[in-house]
Nanobody, 121 residues
Framework: QVQLVESGGGLVQAGGSLRLSCAAS????????MGWYRQAPGKQRELVAS???????NYADSVKGRFTISRDNAKNTVLLQMNSLKPEDTAVYYC???????????????WGQGTQVTVSS
């Protein structure tokens, strides 16, 4: 089994910062892409940022210049530094990882349980 555990969400005023962390554990042979998604009430889940195992990053236009994604391959963790937060960033944020387990040739998508980020105006 593979588990993704997120932390770092909370309530912050507009203009403030938060840092989300996600740690993957379990029977992990390798992790390919990792990323953060978010889902606001009444909206579909959307990609916020992603990062490859080699460190290449991709951001949603709405967060470019404000959010930074990074990862530690040795610790199987991915971070999302969120600065200049806006009320429209309010959502549940989910960590995602593409994982190959030991004794398997297949890559699977795993998700964290989600962490709430609320930005007040």
């Amino acid at each position: 089994q593979v588990q993704l555990v997120e932390s770092g969400g909370g309530l912050v005023q507009a203009g403030g910062s938060l840092r989300l962390s996600c740690a993957a554990s379990g029977s992990i042979f390798s992790i390919n892409g990792m990323g953060w998604y978010r889902q606001a009430p009444g909206k579909q889940r959307e990609l916020v940022a992603s990062i490859t195992s080699g460190g290449s990053t991709n951001y949603a236009d709405s967060v470019k210049g404000r959010f930074t994604i990074s990862r530690d391959n040795a610790k199987n963790t991915v971070l999302l530094q969120m600065n200049s937060l806006k009320p429209e960033d309010t959502a549940v944020y989910y960590c995602n990882a593409e994982v190959r387990r030991y004794y398997s040739l297949t890559w699977y998508d795993y998700w964290g349980q989600g962490t709430q980020v609320t930005v007040s105006s």
